[in-house]
């Protein structure tokens, strides 16, 4: 099979992956607001989880690797990472202010695209520090979600939970600041291209 025969792909393990953790954000949000069945919809959000990680361990082991799993898997996060956090929101487990930095910072750096894009860069480069903190993050909310029960087994996890979330959007805003810098760094080495 020849490289452009393995980029056109579609039908691989990691993409089945991706697609199912979309199918699940309908039923995620039915269970929280619908059933507000807690237990099953944290079951939901870590086997979402565990799928992302695994989309990519799969397709390194199994050289599965497509051009559509390159563009659904980190679309796949970015609905995860404005849906679940606006549905917690709605159902009055984290305050609106949380989805407004974590949408604000997305929304600002998504303006910014097309001012790099000028400059002959197509996006900035994926940085450990996102990816930390998009992994704090993911974790707070299954256990924001567990700490609504009102046990004090509930109520240590929902603190670490908190903590986990407060840590999340630390690194979320410092990341941003990083990303602001490579956008500065960008237009003032860079020619434009048009």
Do not use: C
């Amino acid at each position: 099979m020849s490289d452009q025969q393995r980029q056109d792909r579609v039908l691989t393990v990691p993409n089945v992956l991706s697609v199912l953790r979309l199918a699940l954000i309908p039923l995620f949000a039915w269970l929280l607001l619908g059933e507000q069945s807690y237990g099953w919809a944290t079951a939901v959000l870590m086997f979402s989880g565990a799928s992302d990680w695994a989309d990519g361990k799969v397709a390194r082991l199994l050289n599965q690797y497509s051009r559509l799993g390159e563009l659904l898997d980190p679309a796949v996060d970015r609905i995860y990472m404005v849906v679940v956090p606006v549905l917690f929101a709605v159902a009055h487990l984290v305050p609106w202010w949380v989805i407004a930095v974590l949408m604000g910072r997305d929304l600002i750096l998504a303006a910014l695209l097309p001012l790099i894009r000028r400059h002959g860069v197509s996006a900035l480069p994926v940085i450990y520090l996102g990816k930390a903190a998009t992994f704090a993050l993911m974790s707070a909310f299954p256990l924001i979600l567990l700490g609504a029960y009102d046990t004090v087994a509930g109520h240590v996890v929902g603190a670490i939970g908190w903590g986990f979330l407060i840590w999340g959007i630390w690194m979320y805003l410092w990341s941003f600041a990083v990303y602001l810098v490579s956008v500065v760094q960008i237009v003032r080495q860079l020619p434009r291209v048009y």
